[in-house]
């Protein structure tokens, strides 16, 4: 309910700040999907929800969850804390159970924030938790999102969605460093071919 009332507020004001999206229709209505995007602000998580019809959870990183109010607000919207730099064996249990419960999963593939607008290698989390979990990933790319208000009149403000990944190819292969940088390099390449 809080998930739904702070998204329709959020989607309002945004709508007037010129928030436009592509190929939203490529999320499967049901079944679990991984999203995995492009992370260079705060906005990310926000704009990606809104324009996709399915609750998102999102990895956040753990000092988000910090303080008291905020752990209490962020629960709410759905987000669970990741530790960032060590294999986080809760987060990742928590992330295959909520794929095993038909959930969307929302990771930033990067591993936080692209500061530097270069492109960045994936981290081998999302690869080993898709490949973990067999469940398909949705590439997206936010755009104009840099700003502290983006504004979509003067500048793009979009969200594009791309073509599912699905893991046929990989069935049958163990989930081995190697399979997982492969899995990570597909995936990036589709976020920045969408940029």
Known sequence: MFYAVVRGFL?????FLGLKSEGTEKLPPSGPVIIAANHVSNWDPVVVALVLNRP?????KEQLFKY??????????????????VPDRKAIKYALQLLENGQVLGIFPEGGRN????IM???????????KSGSPILPVACIGTKCKLPWGWFRPLLVRVGDIIDLDEYQGQKVNSATMEKLSNDIMDKVNHLL
């Open 121 to 131: 290698k994936a981290q081998s989390g999302v690869a080993m938790i898709a490949l």
């Open 56 to 60: 998102i959870h999102f990895m956040g």
């Open 11 to 15: 989607k309002i004001i945004l709508f």
């Open 115 to 118: 500061k530097t607008g270069e």
């Open 68 to 85: 008291w109010i905020l752990n209490k607000l962020f629960t709410n919207l759905n987000s669970f804390p990741v530790k960032k730099g």
